[in-house]
């Protein structure tokens, strides 16, 4: 009876251990070195719901709430400001070209987004500019390279029509060339073994896949009136996603259609690049809903592409069922953070535009901007919170955003990123 009983004990001390190391055993802080020792005081800072008066104190570029009994380089009142994350841009493609890249950078950091996902690019193009990104003073940016497509299907025909315009002069001649680098053909699962060594050699943060019209896949697969736009066999989806999670890769999957949705949920995508049906104007299933939150999915909506169809007969029609399609999502609860997807634009336009529909509250709009879109941008970094031992990366707000939403980028009176204070 004894041994038993102390069988038990180990048994509930063994179960009791395992639980508690599971909270962000995976997540971790970058610290900074260099970063000032910053003593703040009279601040109100957001806890995740409301805003409370602390103090903080900065060290190597982490945050504490803990009085750090140490002199300090640096003493900030700020004076009863407001104090949030900073923002993150979970989708855009406008980081690869040198062409007023200062300028794309400079309009991220005064818009106070520090964090961006680049949902694909080409890495021979890209890599000559990483030394502007993921450092303290600058933003941080995560990388999928090439996404994976059917034959023919988006982005190829995207990436020819570049190629014509000359854009990839002394990379590529032909489009054939650019094939593993702008795009991966995946056809079959042969295909996708042959060629997964190569997508892991580019050394991805994520695998992007394209759902194009899904439901058609087999009538548009061998027909050359779809050139551009199609993608993956829908029955290779789970397939992908279970390799690539046996890598530790999130798999993020563009869509268009609320099939294609259906679809990526189903094979357990980790995000949903665009809302569907933003041109054809139907409605998602609310079961597919329902299952993207028990599975955590994220959806970035990118409704700023509605903008595009301003002159289109049936834009009010459209618009209307972006709506419809939100208030499923929120009344799901499914996770939603901010993206653009406009390459010259970045994720302020799309918080404005979301802000316009009045279907989400402050708080909503809030957490989708500086918790969601950090999350699933850099999902195992310490930043998208002001918690102890998180990334001492911070915005002070002149006004409550809880109360007054309509303009918060241009409330900000103070950027802070991994302990340095950046310019405003």
């Not at 570029?61 to 009085?67: A, P, R, V």
């Not at 679809?263 to 299933?285: F, M, T, W, Y």
């Not at 009344?331 to 009045?358: K, P, R, W």
């Not at 915005?395 to 303009?407: C, Q, R």
């Amino acid at each position: 009876m004894k041994n038993r009983i102390c069988g038990l004990f180990i048994l509930l001390f063994v179960l009791i251990s395992c639980q508690s190391k599971k909270p962000d055993t995976k997540k971790t802080a970058i610290e900074n070195p260099n970063s000032l020792s910053i003593k703040l005081v009279n601040g109100e800072w957001f806890n995740g719901n409301i805003f409370e008066r602390k103090t903080a104190w900065v060290r190597e570029g982490i945050l504490s709430f803990k009085n750090q009994n140490t002199e300090n380089n640096t003493i900030i009142d700020l004076s009863g400001k407001f104090i949030v994350p900073p923002f993150g841009e979970a989708h855009n493609h406008n980081l690869e070209s040198e062409y007023e890249l200062s300028k794309r950078i400079n309009s991220y950091l005064e818009n106070g987004v520090f964090y961006v996902k680049h949902l694909s690019s080409i890495k021979k193009r890209i890599d000559p500019l990483m030394h502007h990104y993921n450092k303290p003073g600058g933003i941080d940016v995560t990388l999928a390279h090439a996404p994976l497509t059917g034959t023919g299907g988006h982005p190829v025909a995207l990436r020819k029509r570049f190629l014509d315009y000359g854009y990839f002069e002394g990379l590529f001649e032909t489009i054939e060339e650019i094939e593993s680098h702008g795009y991966f053909t995946i056809d079959d699962s042969q295909d996708l073994e042959n060629k997964w060594s190569k997508i892991l050699s580019f050394k991805p943060d994520f695998i992007k896949i394209n759902l194009l019209y899904s439901e058609e896949y087999q009538k548009r697969k061998n027909d050359t009136a779809f050139f551009g736009k199609k993608g993956l066999n829908p029955e290779l989806v789970p397939e992908i996603v279970k390799k690539a999670h046996q890598h530790d890769l999130r798999v993020s999957a563009h869509v268009e259609t609320a099939h294609d949705f259906h679809v990526a949920v189903r094979a357990g995508v980790d995000e949903i690049a665009h809302l569907p049906e933003i041109s054809n104007g139907k409605q998602i299933l609310v079961e597919d809903a329902t299952l993207a939150k028990e599975k955590g999915t994220i959806v970035v909506p990118t409704i700023s592409l509605v903008t595009k169809r301003k002159k289109k007969a049936n834009y009010n029609q459209l618009v209307e069922n972006i709506k419809t399609n939100l208030k499923i999502l929120k009344e799901q609860e499914v996770q939603i953070a901010i993206g653009s997807d406009m390459y010259n634009d970045n994720s302020t336009g799309e918080f404005q535009l979301l802000y316009s529909y009045n279907i989400f509250s402050n708080l909503e709009l809030l957490k989708m901007w500086c918790e969601n879109s950090a999350s699933t941008i850099f999902p195992n970094r310490k930043i998208g919170h002001l918690k102890e031992g998180y990334e001492a990366s911070f915005l002070a707000l002149s006004s409550n955003p809880l109360e007054s939403m309509k303009e918060i980028n241009k409330s900000i009176i103070l950027k802070v990123k991994q302990g340095e204070i950046l310019d405003n």
